[in-house]
């Protein structure tokens, strides 16, 4: 009956957010990692190593804070995990993006709409 008033559940949440800045993090990282190599060939170690650590604490701490903070605010269940439990490959970003529904508890965004002055 109202399919056509769900919005996909994780920018209704306002997570679509978290999400953009954790994978931009994880890319820095990698960009850093990258750069720290360059730097090591042209005998910079010392630099070199300061950004790989910084890159790889980026690398881990993007995808981290990512799979422990997207989660359904009414059952807590951790809905990055399950799309990369439950889905293939290709298919789970494509979920995450635009399911309607909490796969735990029913939660939808017009549910979550009403309830969102309680917070
Ligand atoms: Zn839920």
């Known amino acids: 009956m109202s399919e056509a008033n769900e919005h996909p559940l994780l920018r209704a949440t306002d997570q679509a957010r978290l999400l953009k800045t954790c994978g931009a993090i994880g890319a820095t990282g990698l960009a850093t990692v990258v750069l720290a190599a360059v730097l090591l060939n042209r005998g910079l170690p010392i630099i070199a190593i300061g950004l790989f650590v910084a ?11 990512a799979l422990r903070q997207i989660a359904c605010p009414r059952c807590k269940m951790p809905w990055l995990q399950h799309a990369l439990g439950e889905k293939d490959i290709g298919g789970w970003l494509h979920w995450l993006l635009g399911f309607t529904r909490c796969p735990g508890c029913g939660l939808s965004s017009e549910i979550r709409l009403e309830n969102k002055n309680k917070m």
């Open 55 to 65: 890159g790889a604490i980026a690398i881990l701490g993007g995808p981290f804070v």
